[in-house]
């Protein structure tokens, strides 16, 4: 059964934590991406990997970290430097041939 | 920059009506266009994808068109249902510096089809 995982689906942090939010995916896609989503706002890229060992920043990469050293998996950490990481993390990957965007089913992150 | 625009935020419409789904954006340079339903708490799922060159994109009872020149696309769901009810999405991929750049959204219509 292909597709994208995240996990966990709710995660809790106090201030001054770092949380790494988990994204896995078995359509053996070269690029995978990472966007944030806050009420009433469209996605905003935060990360993006169109290759193993690759990522480049997005439009909101400040207080965050990538890494890519497997095609299947693409973890983002949240740091103490976000001043704002209350928010709908969303993984997705994509298919190079058909350029459709598969995404997993989200991350919310609550800081306390 | 690229800006993409949906409207109207919200819509409340009676089962079995057509409906459309307005998408504009600011710059016709893209290489495609892609509308994506989002069900609450949930992740999004890719509904129609049309490439620059294309005019429309059909799946079932989903109808998606583009105008490029004029920046706009329309999705047309006919015979509404309630399954139907979630919060509908619009991206373009542009094209920055003659490669294509990464998907600008729209902050979504949110569609509720009452029975």
């Known amino acids: 059964d292909g597709g994208i995982t995240q996990s966990p689906k709710y995660l809790f942090r106090k201030e001054g934590q770092n949380v790494t939010l988990s994204c896995e995916q078995n359509l053996n896609h070269d690029a995978m991406y990472w966007y944030r989503q806050d009420p009433g706002q469209g996605l905003r890229l935060i990360y993006y990997?169109?290759?193993?060992?690759?990522?480049q920043k997005g439009d909101i990469a400040e207080g965050y970290s990538v890494s890519r050293e497997k095609k299947e998996s693409f973890p983002l950490t949240v740091t103490s430097a976000q001043k704002n990481p209350t928010a709908f993390y969303l993984c997705a990957s994509s298919d190079q041939y058909t350029d459709t965007q598969y995404f997993g089913p989200g991350t919310r992150l609550t800081v306390l | 920059k690229q800006e993409v625009t949906q409207i109207p935020a919200a819509l409340s419409v009676p089962e079995g009506e057509n409906l459309v789904l307005n998408c504009s954006f600011t710059?016709?340079?893209?290489?495609?266009l892609q509308w994506f339903r989002q069900d609450p708490g949930k992740g999004l799922t890719s509904l129609l994808l049309?490439?620059?060159?294309?005019r429309e994109q059909t799946s079932g009872r989903l109808n998606a068109s583009l105008d490029k020149s004029s920046g706009r696309s329309t999705l047309y769901i006919a015979a509404s249902q309630p399954g139907d009810s979630a919060t509908y999405l619009c991206?373009?991929?542009?094209?920055?510096?003659?490669?294509?750049?990464?998907?600008?959204f729209g902050k979504g219509t949110k569609l509720s089809v009452k029975p």
């Open positions: 049309i490439q620059s060159s294309q």
């Open positions: 991206a373009v991929r542009p094209v920055v510096g003659g490669s294509q750049g990464n998907l600008i």
């Open positions: 990997s169109q290759i193993v060992n690759d990522f």
């Open positions: 710059d016709s340079a893209i290489y495609n």
